[in-house]
């Protein structure tokens, strides 16, 4: 007997790859080129031909599911060399793109951080949040933001515990609906590219780990190190910065509430570790991000599309350091309103980088981990080797 | 047809650019309607690329089965006037009335010369040999195979070298004249067929393929060379590295082709001609293993009995995917050649004594430009255009397998009469 394999093509899903930077799709012959061009595709399951196709078909769970979509990373030595201008790279980035919306609770949230028109209102929640606490913490009295000159205290226009809350319940929220989106996404991994003949689980952790924290698989790219640097220096940037921000919430809220002699009071101040850590992550942030976005501007052939969602998360991101280090140069210049102005203005980019982590572009750090210890799991990630 | 006492000035009905298969018929097909024609070929030898290939398909017959009947054509009939080492400077005029100026290069030997042959054994000068595509050498006084008129023909760049002279004192016949100038003629024509084909694309710009690099990695009118029974190899097809036997070879198709890098469209032949080379292969090596790397094979009409004939010999493998990765093995200078096996999703990376890399046509004429006002496509062939009048045959217009550039040549004949009439 036969077995009928019917297809069902999304032709919505094929639309929503061009639009997210996609457009080349339907250029792709499948000659292959692009597979063993790739320095990722591993020998025996190399992508992206195979996913170029998913897509023109519009089997949208398969493609969506499939973490190679996650080993690339990119470089799009893919699309240069592709003979009919297909870009697979940029194809690839297209569908991660569209990931986060796919498997993201809810799904209306994914589709808002997607489209342009709605950044105001996203960005007019926190400001609104953001002028509640300034107001309510300040009594409505909020003449002493406008001096030019004089003391600035952070903490009167904007308190601890508001903000803590705040942002306790945004980082609680985010886990909470990042987890469902990334527990239908390893669902979905696992059913529709089963796998064995890994490492199992623990092993894949660990190497994914560690291949995150060397940027091994960027320092592969031979096209583009400015990349490499960028995004290393970004990661390291953003998790001193943060490592810096958890040990102020310790040591400024935690500790002191704990009635221990170890806490410290607000602002902490140079050459305190904690503030070391805030300052070296800013600046790592603002290099990498100088670079990654000088990068995108050049507008090269191996840079790829560069979409909505790839700008408005490299500039968010770049952004909250920026603030964040005029924050401090501002407070000690002692120049309130700018301070305050800048701070404003940190407070709303970091709710919404934190909030609307699980359907932004910051979204990969957890998609992809997730689908690099899957791919390494069953012994898909194994890049082949091409020394002869 | 009028020639002038000196030669130098000729009236004729219709001026034929290029000297291959598709200028020889244009020439033909004028002469036998009636009218003049003058055949001008840039080399000292007839029938272009067709002359240096070993066979046609999908019949497999030599070359020279068609350009001999060609050349006698040629050579007993008086309507036609060939000039080989004659190229084209200027053009000018319109259709029904134009004036072409040509310079004829000197051969340095005369018609004294018998094709004895003792001046190429005295010589003692090797120069890369083009005809044979950079395999192997020839000498600086040489016969090419369809050389017209049949004499030898001296280098230019070494008939001052001081070895030369041992080249002129071998000759019995005083055939050597080393003061011939280029001469200037001047044709008056009322019509221009342009029929200047092909060259190979240039397979060193494609990096990942490693042609240049690699010694045992070659194109596909090398291979024809290797064939031929009058190449550099006297048709034996041996690994260039070593000269060793084939045992495993493979053919890389649309090397550069179909690929907006290079050449953005098809070639049209080349997929029945890497078919052709593993009839050669074949019939040197009945073991050896043919791995043939293809998009689709593109063998319209009546080539899809070749290409079904061909892919049933058991030895014969067809691998879906584009060979896009070549390196070699240091020692044994075998090469791996990296594809993707779109049918079962794996990338294979096969060891190969050979590889031989179906490059495409580029027209002549894209790069050495035709001296009139006549427009060309995007990829260099040329456009019909009523007010130039100037009307391509063969591979000038798209690219053509032989029997097809004939069929179009006798086209274009008409078409060039036509126009020149009705000016």
């Known amino acids: 007997m036969l077995k009928a394999n019917i297809l069902n093509p999304d032709l919505e899903f094929i639309r929503s790859v061009k639009k997210a930077g996609g457009d080349s799709l339907s250029k792709c012959y499948q000659c292959a080129t692009c597979s063993v061009v790739c320095t990722l595709a591993p020998k025996d399951n190399p992508f992206p031909r195979k996913q170029m196709v998913m897509t023109q078909w519009g089997l949208k769970e398969d493609v969506l599911a499939d973490p190679a979509i996650w080993l690339c990373h990119q470089c799009n030595q893919c699309s240069t060399e592709c003979p009919r201008g297909a870009r697979p790279g940029d194809v690839l980035a297209a569908l991660r793109a569209l990931s986060f919306q796919h498997f993201a609770v809810p799904s209306f949230m994914g589709k808002a951080l997607a489209n342009r028109a709605a950044l105001p209102l996203l960005l007019l929640v926190p400001a609104l949040v953001m002028l509640g606490i300034l107001l309510g913490a300040s009594s409505g009295d909020i003449g002493y933001v406008f001096h030019f000159f004089g003391e600035v205290d952070y903490a009167r226009a904007f308190p601890h515990v508001a903000l803590d809350v705040i942002f306790v319940i945004g980082v609680l929220l985010m886990l909470g609906m990042s987890s469902i989106g990334l527990y239908r996404f390893w669902n979905s991994m696992k059913a529709l590219h089963p796998g064995s003949g890994g490492p199992g689980f623990i092993s894949a952790t660990i190497a994914t780990i560690f291949e995150i924290g060397t940027h091994d698989k960027f320092a592969k790219c031979e096209s583009d190190k400015k990349r490499y640097y960028g995004h290393l220096l970004i990661f390291y940037g953003f998790i001193s910065a943060l490592i810096a921000t958890a040990l102020n919430f310790l040591f400024v809220v935690i500790i002191k509430f704990l009635g221990s002699p170890w806490y410290l009071t607000s602002p902490i101040e140079f050459p305190n570790p904690v503030k070391l850590f805030g300052i070296a992550g800013g600046i790592a942030m603002i290099i990498g991000g100088w670079l990654l976005i000088q990068r995108r501007i050049s507008g090269d052939d191996e840079v790829g599309e560069s979409t909505y969602q790839d700008w408005v998360f490299l500039i968010v991101l770049t952004s909250v350091a920026v603030t964040g280090m005029l924050a401090w140069i501002l407070r000690i210049l002692h120049l309130p309103i700018l301070a305050y102005a800048d701070y404003f203005a940190h407070l709303v980019l970091v709710f919404y980088l934190l909030w609307y982590l699980p359907y932004t572009k910051f979204g990969h750090v957890f998609y992809r981990t997730l689908a690099l210890i899957y791919a390494k799991s069953i012994g898909t990630d194994t890049p082949r080797q091409k020394s002869a | ?423």
């Open chain 2, 1 to 423: 047809m009028e020639i002038s006492e000196s030669g130098d000035r000729i009236t004729t009905d219709l001026l034929v650019v290029g000297g291959g298969i598709s200028g020889m018929t244009c020439a033909i097909e004028a002469s036998e309607l009636g009218k003049d024609a003058v055949l001008v070929e840039k080399e000292p030898y007839l029938g272009g690329r067709v002359a240096r290939m070993n066979q046609y398909f999908p019949k497999l017959c030599p070359p020279i089965c068609g350009m001999e009947i060609n050349l006698k054509r040629l050579r007993t009939n008086d309507k036609v006037k060939v000039l080989t080492l004659t190229t084209v400077d200027e053009v000018s005029g319109k259709p029904g009335g134009y004036e072409v100026k040509l310079t004829v290069q000197p051969r340095y030997v005369n018609n004294n010369c018998t094709a004895c042959e003792e001046c190429e054994k005295a010589c003692e000068i090797e120069v890369e040999d083009d005809y044979n595509y950079g395999i192997g050498k020839r000498k600086a006084v040489y016969m090419p195979s369809f050389a017209y008129p049949t004499i030898y023909v001296a280098d230019p760049n070494y008939i001052k070298d001081p070895k030369f002279k041992a080249c002129v004192d071998a000759c019995k016949y005083d055939a050597f004249d080393l003061d011939m100038q280029p001469q200037t003629i001047v044709v008056k024509t009322r019509g221009i067929v342009w029929a200047t084909g092909w060259k190979p694309y240039d397979a060193a710009k494609i990096e990942n393929l490693g042609f240049g690099k690699y010694q045992n990695v070659i194109t596909n009118v090398m291979m024809e060379r290797l064939a031929s029974p009058d190449g550099p190899t006297e048709g034996k097809i041996n690994r260039p590295s070593d000269q060793a036997a084939i045992t495993k070879i493979g053919f890389v198709q649309c090397a550069g082709s179909r690929d907006e890098n290079h050449l953005p469209y098809c070639s049209t032949v080349c997929c029945a001609a890497s078919l052709k080379h593993a009839t050669y292969v074949r019939e040197q090596y009945p073991d050896a293993e043919i791995h043939i790397f293809y998009i689709d094979i593109r063998t319209p009409g009546r080539l899809e009995d070749f290409y079904v004939n061909i892919d049933s010999n058991e030895k014969v493998f067809m691998h879906r995917g584009k060979a896009a990765e070549i390196r070699e093995v240091p020692d044994s200078k075998n090469l791996i050649v990296a594809a993707e096996n779109t049918l079962t999703g794996e990338i294979t990376e096969m060891e190969l004594d050979m590889v031989v890399l179906a490059t495409g046509i580029v027209p002549n004429i894209a790069e050495d430009h035709i001296p009139a006002d006549t427009p060309l496509d995007e990829w260099g062939f040329l456009l019909p255009n009523a007010a130039s009048g100037i009307v391509g045959a063969g591979v000038t217009n798209r690219p053509l397998e032989v029997s097809a550039c004939v069929q179009d040549a006798t086209g274009s004949v008409l078409r060039a009469l036509n126009t020149a009439e009705r000016s």
